[in-house]
């Protein structure tokens, strides 16, 4: 239930008004979708996904990070392209020892295991809210990196008179795929399938059309061999290690993507892990040979940058000139970019709603964000997605170049945190695994390689956008230890008032008969079994002596994002909710009291707690519903988005249809 208890039953939905009316129904369904069955043990099987489709809706972040990152990379060595061809190579090997590494953390943290999980569990909590706050940022950029990117490909096509238009189409983008997503994960991801094959098929013909035509290959060869000599005369051994280091880390955006597959693994079928690591292979070997590609091909066709073009679509269109449906090809390379970065944006819908619910269960965030809607979507965090990215776009106007710089500084900070923290773990542990030095050589040269990536980024780019980054992640780190404090501080005064009632019936009483419907029945809305639900019980007998025959305890399990992980997830929920009631029931039979109870399960409090009402009154005609709350001496905005206005919520539905309910204060100072 939705009053103030432990973060499993403090995930009531968002105050709804009552809403009965068909057209509203119909249009809500109309634009998200009908609700799913709970009922149905098979829900999850049907919702996860295979490895197929978690590479195109979780991989199509790291693929599409080869529209931004390899160019980046490539611009940086300004005259010095005779570097390129050792760039690609040490991008395709970074690529693939982040991408091992994280197929390590996907066999020790099988149900996720994404940068918040990781440094949690081995850095401690307080490095766990870092690195989930640098996620979540991360993730916000994801969406605003990948969108303003497809607007730079996609308005590469169109005349300079209707790029003032570029912003407005991002801004529809980001909206259209917040709606997308409160549908649900599997509906958004096959529906953009066509697309993500289309971008492979068009950029596989790319690089390899362009390695074959190269206009010429011993030309190239021979300037990048003397481009070689010539840069060791004039920079030196040092200052071209320099130089390249420093393009290589302002690359970074390339490896953007690679964390998503891991902090995925609760959408994935079963057998999670094998999934996992599968479409890992896909995502990695796809990334690899794309990001290097392209760069090798921008060396072999002398490409440079020019204003208002990407470096992809100089490179197409020079390949194409001249040659049937040239234009065609052109259009359908850039089209397919274009659309590959907003199924990019996707990986900020699927994973970044899934971090704040993480920390939302662990009080780290608002309870609010771990609730799923009636599509079992994680609709409060969309939201939150959607409008940040929103405010980043608009903030930024779309610049690449800057929304860049500002990604991927919180995404290798998540790298490092969780590269250092498995690379500890494994020295730590070296005593009980007999081939530690191959894993922890893994991690150690993953941390070391991120690590130097985050701090060339944050040196170069701090003025840049880099330190916009730092302080919007170091707030929210802020807020977070406040909302946890807040919560903390909360519990522990609850668990006092559950001390002082927990041994208010220790003498049992004559067990009484069964509960009478005839006669004046309380029923009591409660959540896992505490201080305040007893606290409400003995109240109603102090406020009404003599008045009440019977209690009816109703509660909702309630299916918050931390508990729909699996095939058995709705039944352990039953059981525990069930578990809950029992204690009640039994406290009040041991008070002399007939007692009884009424269960409820699904993803709206509200909605489900006025369906139990309807059935409790149906079978118990003299009945009045209570319900507790917890009151604050000096309430104000921040409590009420801390804690969900569940019991209001019922109560002001039960008033309009004519039923009786009382809200027990239990007052905090």
Known sequence: MGVEVPPSSDAGMDELPPDKSTSGIRLRRLLFGRPHDLGDRSIFHRLSLIPFLAWIGLGADGLSSSSYGPEEAFRTLGEHKYLAIALAMMMAGTIFVISAAYSRIIEQFPHGGGGYVVATKLLGERAGAVSGCALLVDYILTITTSIAAAGDALFSLVPEPYLHWKLLFEVVCIVALVTLNIRGVKESVTALAPIFLLFLFTHAVLIIGCLVKAPSLGETVHQTTTGFQAGLGTLGAGGMFLLFIHAYSLGGGTYTGIEAVSNGLPIMREPRVRTARRTMIYMATSLAVTASGLIVCYLLWNISYVPGKTMNALLVGRLTAGRTFGEVFVFLTLVSEGALLVVAAQTGFLDGPRVIANMAVDSWMPHRFSALSERLTTHNGIALMGTASLAALLYTGGDIRSLVVMYSINVF???????????????????????????????????????????????????????????????????????????????????????????????????????????????ILVGNYGGLGIHTMLNVFRVFPGHFHNIV?????????????????????TQSTEEALAKYVDLARRLGIPATFRMGVGTDAVEEADKLCDDVLREFPRTTFFAGKVLFERENWIHRLLHNETAVAIQRRLHWAGKMMVIIPARVR
Request: charged content about 20%; overall charge positive.
């Open 413 to 523: 900070l998540t790298f490092s945190l969780s590269l250092f923290g498995m690379a500890r773990s494994w020295f730590q542990t070296r005593k009980d695994r007999p081939r530690w030095k191959r894993r922890f050589s893994l991690f150690l040269l993953g941390f070391v390689l991120c690590a130097t990536i985050l701090g060339i980024t944050v040196f170069e780019k701090f003025l840049e956008g880099g330190w916009i980054t730092l302080t919007v992640t170091g707030c929210l780190v802020v807020v977070c230890f406040l909302i946890r404090r807040h919560y903390r501080a909360l519990y522990a005064r609850l668990a006092r008032l559950y001390q002082q009632l927990e041994h208010v019936a220790d003498v049992p009483q004559k067990p009484p008969g069964p509960p009478d419907a005839t006669k004046p029945t309380a029923a």
């Open 553 to 573: 305890f109703l509660s909702v399990g309630v299916v918050d994002s931390g508990g729909f992980k699996g095939d058995d997830a709705i039944h352990a929920l």
